[in-house]
């Protein structure tokens, strides 16, 4: 990260002696002087380090006098305790950017151009210290040149790990077909010709497969309608958005509104794919991202990037790539020449190179909400992420199913994986094992504490509940949520909390989703929630919202639902509709109070989604459809009863009243808003009524629905009219991904 030598240039600087080391403990400097120039350089280690190094503690001891004279940079060395910040994939940076296009640089054109301040990082390492023969760049020997900088204090790739070059350093090379790369590991010099042919061939309309740093991506013209169709067909992916990669802020200006907070976003180290709102829909814009306002964009991070768009340029002022995951489905991405036939038939060419990838991580996932950035989905450029974290043991936190990451507590760390998928695919599975496993040996950490999900099929918790002589802690889903919301805000007191996702096991055996706790990070009363509904056919309901719809609807109304002429009925036949209605008599349904699934119910009635292809597609559709329209502060009826001296949400009178609207013939944009609007109220009235019980007056919000933006700005401004003082997710995601790191917190409290 440039640490090292920054460490070596402050030394010169106040004339001392010593040495700087990596260690698998972080890094160690040992400084020999007059102590008025100590206190210098320690005044400006922190102030003038680089801005992609991150200091996190400073340990001083005193040593004996060696009688140093001079500073130097000496080699790595290893502890048994290996607890380190390793670093993060950072994006090329500018000196790198204009190294690449200066005809006169002997790195003119190179791809995998990089320096102490940018390039791979995480996925490359294969242990620490951090030092090259620890990485996948061990199989480059570095030439005359390279060397000559790697030992140069004064230049900028002095201790640059994967410093390299076109004469010792990775290349790329254009496949027609993976035999070729059976037949022929050679990687030969024509660069030019390689970026000429693969940019003629995606003007042509053609799919590649393209090596990043992290895995590979599926990349086409995002203009080509036809292209990007065909791609939908062959991922066999219908209606979820692609992201789209733009090589600066002036291009992405074209396309979308972009403030000053999301153009820092955008060019930041990490290089997120960003949600933008689009500024003119347009017939490319509907096929890459349909029925969205938003689109996820992110620009150039890796020099093959930028070449790509030098060339394309040639063709069009402004080009635009579709660059998604390249992988099957629900399978991990794919980053290996070995794996390459997962995903053979999707693509025309395969652009490759020959720096391994050892971490595979996806791109991150974020967007700007007042002004501050939220984190959606965290990998490549933000892991690993180390929070300080005051644990009394080591401890694993396995995390959920869906969007799983786990968590570690190690070193006075609370160290959060990248995204890894759903576990519900045993591939993701395996990824996860292998994941955990480096992280494990990169930490040298052996768990005390395990903590995991009470679902008792979840493989995440089949792995805790297999690891022997650890004590095993399980913690409620939705407590494990709430708890990462309050480690990261750092609150140490009880709070309300507020949890709406899809699914979580309960206590009672139902499905939660809709909750209302009074809570710590150590323990949580549950103390209000929505009124339960089922799930016609389980797991089949989240698939078909309309039968969560239909169990609703038959509720509220009974048989006199089939008078009532709606989408979501007609949808099924007429023996399905007489099934359905004998399982909600026999009451042999899944129950849930899930929120997720409400906003599914809303979505199918108004007939915006009966079916869905992807995750959260009808609740996103609904909040699309209703940041579209003209605000309103009218709210549906609800009522809110104790039972059990637990509160109960009855959501009866907000469907009753959708029936209601869309009978009086109301835009659907404006029942949307409504339906929000409406759910922003019931999180105020059910706030206000126990803070009235417990007095506590923090509010704290997570769970996915919480990504939906709309209903967060209502919740908040709500709440804060109140006088609330409210908390949410920023650098934890407040999606599933964010459950593991709960997970840690409530095991911490409860060893």
């Known amino acids: 990260m440039g640490f090292r030598p920054h460490v070596f240039r402050l030394s010169k600087k106040f004339n001392l002696g010593g040495c700087v080391f990596n260690d698998s403990s972080g ?4 400084l020999e002087g007059e102590s008025s120039r100590i206190k210098g350089f320690m005044n400006e280690l922190k102030v003038t380090a680089p801005k992609i190094s991150s200091i996190n503690k ?19 060395r290893s502890k048994t305790n290996k607890v380190a910040s390793f670093p993060a994939d950072i994006a090329i940076c500018k000196d790198c950017r204009n190294e690449l296009f200066n005809k006169n640089n002997r790195r003119y054109l190179y791809p995998f151009i990089n320096c102490t301040n940018c390039g791979p990082r995480f996925s490359i390492i294969e242990d620490i210290p951090y030092d090259r023969k620890n990485s996948t760049m061990r199989h480059f020997k570095m030439c005359p040149s390279c060397s000559r900088e790697y030992l140069n204090p004064k230049d900028r790739r002095f201790h640059t790990e994967p410093n390299a070059c076109f004469a010792c350093g ?6 027609k077909s993976l035999k070729e790369i059976k037949k022929d590991k050679t990687f030969p010099l024509d660069t030019r010709q390689i970026l000429e042919k693969t940019v003629k061939l995606i003007t042509e309309g053609k799919i590649i497969t393209v090596k990043g740093i992290g895995g ?34 002036r291009a992405a200006s074209e396309i979308c509104n972009v403030n000053s907070s999301e153009k820092r976003l955008l060019e930041g180290s990490a290089r997120p794919i960003t949600l933008l709102a689009i500024k003119k829909k347009n017939p490319w814009i509907a096929e890459v991202a349909p029925s969205q306002n938003f689109l996820g964009v992110m620009l150039c991070y890796a020099p093959l990037h930028y070449l790509l768009f030098s060339y394309l340029k040639q063709f069009e002022k402004f080009p635009v790539l579709i660059m998604t995951s390249a992988n099957r489905g629900d399978f991990p991405l794919v980053a290996s020449e070995d794996e390459l036939s997962q995903i053979e038939e999707y693509a025309d060419y395969f652009l490759v190179h020959n720096r391994q990838i050892h971490v595979k991580c996806d791109d991150s996932i974020a967007r700007v909400f007042k002004g501050k950035e939220i984190i959606i989905r965290k990998a490549r450029g933000y892991t690993p992420d180390f929070i300080n974290f005051a644990h009394k043991k080591e401890i694993i936190a396995c995390g959920a199913e ?36 480096h ?39 939705h407590h494990a949520h709430l708890a990462a919301c309050l480690f990261e805000n750092n609150i140490d007191k009880r709070a309300i909390g507020v949890c709406f996702d899809g699914a979580g096991l309960g206590l009672d055996g139902a499905i939660w989703g809709g909750e209302f706790f009074l809570t710590d990070k150590k323990d949580y009363s549950r103390a209000g929630y929505f009124k339960y509904f089922g799930l016609i056919g389980g797991d089949k309901a989240v698939q078909e ?14 048989e006199n639902l089939f008078k009532l002429n709606l989408g979501c009925l007609n949808y099924f036949k007429k023996i399905e509709k007489n099934i359905f209605c004998k399982l909600i008599e026999n009451k042999e349904s899944i129950m849930t109070s899930s929120v997720g699934r409400i906003f599914d119910a809303a979505a199918s009635i108004l007939n915006i989604k009966h079916k869905v292809s992807y995750e959260a597609e009808a609740a996103v559709s609904l909040e699309m459809l209703a940041s579209g329209a003209k605000p309103v502060n009218n709210a549906f009826e609800f009522s809110i009863n104790k039972e059990n001296n637990i509160y109960v949400i009855n959501w009866q009178g907000i469907f009753s009243g959708i029936i209601s609207d869309l009978k009086a013939k109301k835009d659907k944009g404006y029942v949307a808003y409504k339906f929000h609007f409406t759910c922003a109220k019931i999180i105020k009235e059910m706030s206000v009524l126990l803070r009235k019980d417990s007095g506590l007056n923090d509010v704290v919000l997570s769970g996915g629905v919480f990504q939906n933006f ?27 991904s964010g459950v593991s790191a709960g997970q840690a917190v409530v095991a911490n409290e409860n060893i």
């Open 27 to 30: 890094v160690t400097v040992e």
């Open 170 to 175: 990775p290349q790329i090379r254009l496949l």
């Open 545 to 558: 919202p309309a039968r969560v719809a239909f169990y609703m609807l038959y509720d509220i109304y009974g």
């Open 58 to 76: 400073i340990r001083k001891n005193r040593i004996p006098l060696a009688g140093e004279k001079e500073f130097s940079i000496i080699e790595s």
């Open 402 to 437: 869906l969007k799983n990451t786990f968590s570690l507590a190690a070193g006075g760390y609370l160290v959060n994986s990248p995204y890894l998928g759903d576990l519900k695919n045993y591939a993701n599975y395996e990824l996860y094992l292998k994941t955990l496993s």
């Open 216 to 249: 590979y991506h599926l990349a086409c013209d995002a203009r080509n309608i036809n292209a990007v169709r065909r791609l939908r067909q062959l991922k066999n992916r219908p209606a979820k958005p692609f992201a789209i990669m733009l090589e600066d802020c």
């Open 710 to 736: 709309l209903l967060l700005s209502l919740a908040l401004g709500l709440l804060k009219k109140e006088g609330f003082s409210v908390y949410y997710h920023k650098r934890i995601p407040a999606n599933d």
């Open 439 to 477: 992280y494990e040996k990169i930490l040298d950490f052996r768990p005390e504490v395990v903590a995991y999900d009470l679902h008792p099929s979840y493989l995440s918790s089949q792995y805790a509940l297999s690891l022997k002589k650890v004590q095993k802690i399980s913690v409620q889903h």
